[in-house]
């Protein structure tokens, strides 16, 4: 089952903290004792949501390990903005070695503690759409093929954001980057190409693949834990929103990646070896052109004219999403 | 740098590169007027008192709520609850059921008998409160908090005023009003009955008074000119309701018709059937829209089988019959004769026209203004003659006991001024918290509890009270629907989505803070904070 929210009013229910609440129920970011793993004065743009996610990803999973853990970093924006020499934003053990090779050096980070016999020392990796669905791609199939005993999360923000927004295996179809310009008579990235991540890492029969987003913030927590209480490899993809290069306002960070569920572009899930155990539902179902239209990349398709045919064609993406995960209350699972 | 092997940069030391030069807006918390409290007519903080309801703590919520109003049990059965109307939750769902809370707290207390904090010391001054209805409840219960000694002078045999004498007790049980009366009178002030003032500089003269507020209400039934039979039988609607609290019920017959469209209408429509009468027909000369009465009331009066005939007037009253004449609305919306009459059965005429004040106390007393029958007052609710004060039904406002209850208050406030020799200055008002301000994703879906009512077969034929009470599951569950529009509830949103984490959470009840240092003014909190209580504010340089 998916994240139950606690049927509380006024707040609790999908606030980050609630006072009403008892601490052991409140949230890991609610705490005004948590980890800040990722603390101030990283170089992230204004309103930057893989900085956002990855604070909430790793002071989860510090929570759920009683701080013993060990993260690898992969090359990106992640990397580049918590991490310029001679500073670093990370309060954690903490490694970068390259772009593509993060699930490796974590498999040998998990190997050499087990060596050590320090299993109770726990190893997540990550990286962001680019190090995980392109580069650093066939170092995680191995990790996941080898059932190697670490979480690999994906900070998704659907570009190659830290070199200057180039289109990645993850880039949604029509949207602008540097490298599919706005041009043409088909504008953007096309249609029918990328990966399904978290599809591929269900492919491999891991026990644990969850998708979150940094719009919901108590299931994000909740999946966090669940992978930590599993040994093996676990893979969490989770929707980072980015002002700079989707061309949206910095305060709409969560906003654009709540509407990014509300649609059904992006499902939240969990599944266990292969099979969905619980999806988040919809709950105020929103067109996709509600997503769209904050974002520049998407703004040839409003401008000069509106490319209905195409807009149609990302809705039909998403209504395919909202089957085939059963995202509404009454949908088929 | 001498480090241990393999580390090269130590940890956290980003805290070096200040971000927060980066900065063209930043975050600041405010604090904003919610709809309820601005619209509460006794200026009552409902969102403050909500707040501790929320978390079961109701005597604090009670304390709280009787700082501004004495009479929580009262109010929650009589009050029109203008902040329901206003209530934001209203665009969402439905209106919190403030009242309904405030009813809980008010018998919650009751139950417990928790009484009054003791006035704090004594200022040596003496106030006359002349009528015990809300408005002098009020004013007696503050000035008494406030030092003074008071004593209310009452012409009637029993405190409570109108809220005994003209609310019947289907929607007022008599000992709710009694254990609120008393623990206002356990705070050391003298009551007085059966004490009419005929002159108040007498009476201010002969136990010397420092100040007096007048409350003696509008209890005199306007009349109006209806040709009439030596044997048809019309009578007032003040005194029909005012006999109900006697020993002799008035005798309506079986079918009673009531003149008016006020609220004082449906209550002797309502209390007419109650007594037996068959038909109980309001006749009134407007329509449905233009009726003074509270919509709510109605919708109760013809639950309960009260029948009302619209753009109507009386022409003539006969024995046991009367004249109705058809009106209809202009285009300005004023009734006008159509001229076409028809017949209505009817043993008894009760007139509900209004109410006049019997000013008869203040003859003689210099300064005083006295228009359309009513008293002029100053904003600090003083007459022209210094020193008496007036509120309630006998100056120029709307006539229901919340407003003679917060006149009670805002007089008590300028007497107690006054009497020190200094100037009440009420605090500025915060900017109100609309419902635009508000980011109503976070606040989760939860319909209004009704609250139950007696059967109609009851309502129709005993006095009970018709509206019951919420339990402790109920109220809390209505507290906590309460958005907290424009204050910060501590709900941590802005610490949780602050990706620098510059937003400092304080600890319990004492909120957050901005790290300017760091935030960079990316304007997250303030577009995720539910309520609204974070503004951006451009940076100057």
Known sequence: ?333 | MRKPFAITLDPGSSLANHTGTWRTFRPVYVDRLPPCNSACPAGENVQGWLAHAESGDYEAAWRLLTEDNPMPAVMGRVCYHPCETKCNRGELDDAVGINSVERFLGDEAIRHGWKFDAPAGSSGKRVLIVGAGPSGLSAAYHLARAGHAVAVHEAGPVAGGMMRFGIPKYRLPRAVLEAEIARILALGVELKLNAKVANILDAMKAHSFDAAFLAVGAHIGKRAYIPAGSSSKILDAVSVLRSMEGEAKPMLGRRVVVYGGGNTALDVARTAKRLGATDAIIVYRRTREKMPAHDSELEEALQEGVLVKWLSTIKQAGESSLTVEKMLLDDKGFPQPTGELETLEADSLVLALGQDVDLSLLEGVPGLAIENGVVKVGPNMMTGHAGIFAGGDMVPSERTVTVAVGHGKKAARHIDSWLRGATYAKPAAHAPAGFDRLNTWYYSDAPKTLRPTLDTVRRQSTFEEVTQGLDETNALYEARRCLSCGNCFECDNCYGVCPDNAVVKLGPGRRFEVNYDYCKGCGLCAEECPCGAIDMVAENN
């Open chain 1, 1 to 333: 089952m998916a994240f139950q929210p606690i049927k509380f009013y006024q707040t609790g229910t999908f606030t980050v903290g609630n006072r009403l609440l008892p601490p052991e129920t409140r949230s890991v970011q609610a705490n005004m004792r948590r980890t800040n793993s990722l603390n101030s004065g990283h170089r992230a743009c204004q309103g930057c949501g893989e900085a956002l996610g990855a604070r909430y990803a790793i002071d989860a999973a510090m929570s759920a390990t009683a701080n013993q853990l060990v993260a690898v970093n992969a090359t990106g924006c992640l990397e580049v903005f918590s991490t310029p020499y001679p500073e670093t934003s990370w309060q954690i053990p903490w490694i970068h070695s390259l772009f593509g090779n993060a699930a490796a050096v974590a498999t040998g980070v998990a190997a050499a503690l087990k060596v050590k016999n320090r299993k109770h020392v726990r190893v997540i990796a990550q990286g962001g759409d680019g190090g995980t669905t392109d580069i650093g791609f066939g170092c995680l199939s191995g990790m996941f093929e080898r059932n190697d005993d670490v979480l690999y999360v994906c900070y998704d923000n659907e570009a190659y954001m830290n070199t200057g927004v180039q289109r990645s295996s993850a880039t949604p179809p029509a949207a602008r980057t540097a490298t599919t310009m706005a041009v043409g008579s088909e504008p953007g990235n096309v249609f029918g190409q990328g990966k399904n991540l978290p599809a591929i890492a269900m492919a491999h029969e891991i026990p644990y693949v969850a998708t979150a987003t940094i719009a919901d913030l108590r299931d994000l927590e909740y999946k966090v834990k669940r992978a930590m209480e599993i040994r093996g490899a676990r893979y969490l993809h989770i929707f980072v929103s980015c002002p700079l290069g989707w061309g949206h306002e910095s305060e709409l960070s969560i906003r654009i990646a709540r509407l990014a569920q509300e649609t059904g572009l992006f499902p939240v899930f969990e599944a266990k070896r292969g099979e969905v155990t619980g999806v988040s539902k919809i709950r105020r179902q929103k067109p996709v052109e509600d997503y769209l239209r904050p974002q520049k990349r998407f703004a040839h398709l409003f401008a000069p004219s509106p490319h209905v045919e195409t807009i149609a064609a990302i809705q039909a993406i998403a209504d395919r999403n909202i089957r085939r995960y059963g995202l509404l209350d009454g949908a088929a699972a």
